[in-house]
């Protein structure tokens, strides 16, 4: 049945709301009052008033071609459910859009609150700075930090699919009020900051085929490291950057009752509270050698002592003991094709200067100047002074876990140039020769 006057009527007087309320959508900068202290980054602002402005012209266009199609529904012979399942699509649409603008919303108003507004534009400014990585290895997103409640913060990356569709157009970071105290202000930030980095770098995904390979000997143990390394390199990434903060700030989110320090899921991403400080305490070691680490990890182990475990539980983590000098060793020495394709001056294709990575490093390095540490990030690791020169002298041969890092590494950028994915058996298989 071809749909009747009344049908289209209503239909239309519903469309016509839509634009309405539509219509009562402004940006930001006319709608939020705060101090140019507290304001966000330009970057940040144009980016999503670009995208809101994007999708608010899509919907005025969906809601105005049918309000068209309206018009000639009766003479295209569409019937009444036709046009209620065009306006139902259009409405969800239109609900989606409201969605990501009551988001935006929501993080920018806190920007207005006294004293929280300035506090919001300097952790953009910290998570920007955290995230920039000398060299042009990758573009930094815009960053914006709100506050909520909760125990653990969270990240919401860039260019991720956004609730009803859309890319987000930054990277939005929720930092937990209670954290907002010592040092668990940076470690909380920076560990979400490490979480886009890693994405950035495509981290994960070079580590597993190593991570892998590593797991043919048997055991749980680099299973469980390859089900937690998304966690795990943004601790590293936060340990890189903040030092012994970041391992202080660490102990401070998982010191929970007893029975959860020690709760192991395979599900969760997260490793085993116990093991994720003590495995900040061995990172931090290879990075910043110092006696520091031994102390904190004397302490995590009179905080928490293992006495009172069941059997299988004492085993599986001292098995996740027992491999973690591996393990921080790899991912200390890893260097993934994002990190290799540099070029300085005249530099050949494929290597890294030292002079770039040094600088590199240095960046990471808070505070460190002159001096380089043993290692910072995944890839510029073995770019550190000297150590190219050291490991093509005669006669001295590089660590195998180092070789075969290497050799993984260069596998996968042939692979990605030349779709010879097949060498990556090849380098697994001699990891566990």
């Not at 930001?28 to 999503?48: C, R, S």
């Amino acid at each position: 049945m071809v749909i009747s006057p009344f049908a289209a009527w209503m239909l239309a007087q519903d469309a016509r709301a839509l634009l309405t309320r539509l219509a009562r959508v402004k940006p930001f900068a006319l709608l939020e009052p705060m101090v140019p202290a507290a304001g966000l980054q330009p970057a940040a602002q144009a980016a999503t008033e670009r995208y809101l402005v994007a999708g608010r012209r899509e919907l005025r266009a969906m809601a105005l071609g049918f309000l068209a199609w309206l018009r000639t529904a009766p003479l295209q012979q569409a019937t009444a459910a036709d046009a209620q399942r065009r306006f139902t699509i259009l409405r969800l649409k239109f609900n989606a859009v409201l969605t990501h603008f009551d988001m935006f919303n929501d993080v920018i108003s806190q920007r207005s609150e006294h004293d929280t507004g300035v506090w919001l534009c300097g952790l953009d400014a910290v998570a920007t700075d955290a995230l920039t990585l000398p060299g042009g290895y990758y573009e930094v997103p815009p960053l914006v930090c709100y506050l909520d409640r909760g125990v653990g913060a969270a990240i919401r990356r860039t260019r991720t699919r956004l609730p009803g569709g859309g890319e987000n157009p930054v990277s939005i970071i929720r930092v937990p009020r209670e954290r907002m105290v010592g040092s668990g202000i940076a470690s909380s930030l920076i560990h979400e900051v490490g979480h886009q980095a890693s994405a950035l770098l495509d981290l994960a995904n070079s580590l597993r085929p190593l991570l892998r390979g590593m797991q043919r000997g048997g055991g749980l143990a680099w299973r469980l490291f390859e089900r937690w390394i998304g966690e795990i390199l943004s601790d590293f990434w936060s340990c890189a950057r903040l030092g012994v903060s970041a391992t202080l700030g660490l102990m401070g989110v998982v010191s929970l009752p007893r029975p959860f320090v020690f709760r192991l899921s395979l599900d969760d991403p997260h490793p085993v509270p116990w093991i994720r400080v003590r495995l900040s305490c061995a990172m931090g070691q290879a990075l910043y050698p110092h006696a520091q680490w031994d102390r904190l990890a004397d302490l995590w182990d009179a905080y928490y002592p293992l006495d009172g475990l069941d059997a299988p539980r004492r085993r599986l983590f001292a098995e996740l003991l027992a491999a973690m000098p591996g393990f921080v060793s790899l991912l200390v020495n890893h260097r993934p094709c994002a990190l290799r394709p540099l070029a300085e001056g005249g530099a050949r294709r494929g290597t890294a200067p030292a002079g770039a990575a040094r600088r590199a490093i240095r960046g990471l390095a808070p505070g460190a100047g002159g001096h380089v540490p043993r290692g910072a990030l995944a890839g510029v690791r073995g770019a550190r002074p000297g150590s190219r020169e050291r490991a093509d002298q005669p006669g001295r041969r590089k660590p195998p876990v180092r070789e075969a890092a290497d050799a993984l590494g260069a596998a996968q950028c042939a692979g990605r140039r030349h779709g010879l994915r097949g060498r990556r058996k090849d380098v697994c298989r001699a990891l566990t020769a």
